[in-house]
């Protein structure tokens, strides 16, 4: 319905949640339904899809303003779609936050994966440009800057000579693109956003899609690897009956930089403005060491972590999900490394 | 003497003693914090070599997969308060244990390894134990000492000269290898001595070397590591499952041990016991407090002091009250000494300038 007819829909904008669940449940406060409801949103069912309402208190004039998604649960992907024509900041003040729930986390595409997506656009249409683009600096991100690599700095970038501009700034100032506007002439225009929102603007809806669904199986790669690390207890056959043994599945992070004493420490500390917090943390110079029990505040999981400046092991403690550990890697890639990848083995 | 005597001492004293005595404490403050700062520093090197070790022969790891070798056990004799032997790795298949003991630094390497033959022996004795902890009977028992790979020469001299039945494992941290010393030529004879393992095919993998990145901390702690690496690793926990409600009880906590995949060896009994020195432990330097005080400790109900995002004030906490305590007895004792030394003549001048 949506897509077929896209006049209407002129501010469309598709966000993508993976998510644990596979229903949208009861009104149990664990259910997704029930996660809704704890933020303030009515679900009304509408066959496949639910209506999400909610409203919208404009900080500045007081004024509530209604608020829709139509929210699309794949229950094989556990992968959820919210259509909204609404702003940047209704959504970040409405539906965001959900993130910050246990099982649910906003679609985080990995600097490199979005650089692959970009590329994926701009090598199949060799017409597309870059209309628009937001990038910014971390103040302590550890990607290299040839200017001032301790200041922090952002830019809204409008031209047709985006893509060259984007690769000139990301080389001079260091900074990374949050979102950009891509042109594909006779076809579509669109953002795509990093923090897995697609925002429609003109021509087929379903070259945007399409874009957007490769964005996902590249994340769902990413979520997999998660997935498949575990801290079990299995029981093993013995002479005498059976004893219980430890399983565990770490996943990894393979740095492109090297992490030194110093960027280690700075990290540990960066990651507490995340609400991690790192305890029982060992770092040692000469061959780089960094061992670490890491809580995650927001997703109320443990985990540790050990590096040795090249990798680092993250080994599941407890309760941790595919969500935590998301939330982990998108801060360690954008305080220390962009272009650290997420592995299943060394 | 006690800290109540501490503080008695110095509001008796005259002003300039009570300068003099806040002085020597100022100093043994800041020598307790350096030696309790370097003590858990140890103890996680020695637990970072005791994971290093642990990984290959961790479930479906390099050694489990190509020798069935696995780690059933941390600290296997702690049940009869004996802490060597950090790890026990055994065959199902040969019925083989190999008792390991890690060592991250060595001053005393003839101390070190005379307790080692001990606990070798107790471990003879209490064979029994041993096999209700692999499940299986056991036909062999082999030790292996594993240090870091800069302490294997003057190891390997101690064992050869005392002909010792001992295994020598190195940790090299440069190249992620673990590898066993061969410490004699002829590797029949090293075998009969119990310096190379009977298996052929462990050995064989030792001898070449076993990578092992020691990025898999599938041990935070062991139940005789330090007090403060203990309380880290276990308070948080107990914040997480006691949630908002923020109250708990003893068997909270012995459930969190029991739930720990690495504690599996572990009886019931044991587990009470570590949990009730745990959480004494934790009320001592207020990291956890009683909610409703009873005489029985099972019974009582606690809460956390620190909050969620106070995690990392633990070790402060821990630092801070011990630090303080071991301050006190040192100052009160120092400055009695220089009392004595006054009174026998001996003072110098500037003792109580």
């Known amino acids: ?346 | 003497m006690s800290n109540h005597d501490y503080r008695i001492l110095k509001d008796s004293l005259i002003e300039v003693d009570r300068k003099r005595l806040i002085e020597i404490y100022e100093k043994q403050l800041e020598i307790a914090k350096d030696i309790i700062d370097q003590n858990i520093d140890r103890d996680r090197e020695h637990l970072r070599l005791v994971n290093f070790t642990a990984e290959p022969f961790l479930y479906n790891g390099t050694v489990h997969h190509e020798t069935e070798y696995l780690l059933v056990a941390v600290e296997p004799l702690y049940s009869i308060s004996v802490k060597n032997f950090d790890l026990a790795i055994f065959n199902q298949k040969s019925k083989v244990i190999i008792l390991v003991e890690c060592k991250s630094s060595i001053s005393d390497v003839g101390k070190e390894i005379n307790d080692l033959v001990l606990a070798s022996s107790t471990a003879d004795d209490k064979l029994k134990e041993l096999e209700n902890i692999v499940g299986s009977s056991i036909q062999v028992k082999e030790v292996a000492i594993c240090v870091n790979a800069a302490y294997t020469r003057r190891v390997r001299e101690f064992i050869a000269q005392k002909n010792l039945p001992i295994c020598l494992w190195g940790a090299d941290r440069a190249s992620d290898m673990l590898f066993m010393e061969k410490q004699g030529e002829d590797t029949k004879i090293e075998i009969e001595r119990g310096r190379i393992h009977h298996d052929a095919a462990l050995a064989g993998l030792l001898l070449r070397g076993i990578k092992s990145q020691g990025l898999i901390r599938s041990i935070p702690f062991l139940p005789s590591s330090h007090t403060c690496t203990i309380l880290e690793e276990i308070v948080p926990l107990l914040l997480l499952k006691a949630g908002e409600a923020d109250r708990f009880h003893l068997s909270d906590l012995r459930n969190i041990l029991m739930n720990e995949s690495y504690l599996t060896n572990f009886d019931d009994r044991e587990l009470w016991r570590l949990s009730e020195s745990i959480l004494e432990k934790a009320i001592q330097v207020d990291v956890l407090r009683y909610r409703s005080p009873t005489g029985d400790p099972k019974l009582a109900e606690f809460e956390t002091v620190v909050r969620r995002s106070q995690i990392r004030d633990i070790r402060k906490k821990y630092t801070d009250f011990n630090s303080k305590r071991i301050a006190e007895e040192a100052s009160l004792k120092e400055f009695e000494d220089l009392k004595k030394s006054k009174a026998a003549g001996n003072a110098k001048i500037t003792d109580f300038k």
């Open chain 1, 1 to 346: 319905m949506l897509i077929n007819t896209p006049g209407k829909f002129p501010k469309l904008k598709a966000l993508y949640f993976l998510t644990n669940f596979k229903s949208w449940g009861d009104d149990a406060p664990y259910t997704l339904q029930g996660m809704f409801h704890r933020h303030g949103f009515q679900v009304k069912p509408l066959g496949e899809l639910r209506e999400l309402q909610t409203v919208f208190v404009n900080p500045v004039t007081d004024e509530k303003i209604p608020v829709n998604y139509f929210a699309h649960l794949d229950e094989e992907k556990q992968l959820l779609t919210c259509f909204t024509q609404a702003t940047s900041e209704q959504i970040q003040d409405t539906i965001a936050p959900l993130s910050g729930e246990i099982g649910i986390y906003h679609l985080w595409i990995s600097p490199i994966a979005f650089d692959q997506i970009k590329s994926m656009i701009l090598g199949e249409h060799p017409y597309a440009r870059i209309k628009r683009f937001h990038a910014d600096r971390h103040p302590a991100v550890g990607f290299p800057a040839k200017l001032r690599p301790e200041v922090n700095r952002s830019f809204t970038y409008r031209g047709e000579d985006g893509k060259e501009t984007l690769e000139e700034l990301r080389y001079h100032y260091g900074v990374l693109p949050r979102y950009i506007d891509f042109s594909i002439p006779g076809l579509a225009d669109f953002r795509a956003n990093n923090r897995g929102i697609f925002h429609y603007l003109a021509g087929q809806l379903d070259c945007m899609f399409g874009y957007a669904e490769r964005a996902v199986n590249l994340v769902i790669q990413v979520r997999e690897i998660l997935e498949h690390s575990k801290l079990e207890v299995i029981p093993l056959t013995t002479e005498r009956g059976s004893r219980r043994v430890p399983y565990i599945v770490p996943w990894w992070i393979n740095f492109k930089r090297t992490m030194d004493v110093r960027d280690g420490e700075l990290l540990l500390e960066q990651l507490e403005d995340r609400k991690f917090s790192a305890y029982d943390t060992v770092v040692t110079e000469g061959s780089v060491h960094l061992d670490a029990t890491v809580l995650d505040e927001q997703k109320k999981s443990i985990f540790m972590i050990s590096s040795d400046g090249r990798h680092m092991g993250v080994t599941p403690r407890y309760q941790t999900g595919f969500d935590s550990f998301l939330r982990f890697y998108e801060s360690v890639a954008e305080y220390f490394d962009p272009d650290a990848t997420c592995v299943a083995t060394l």
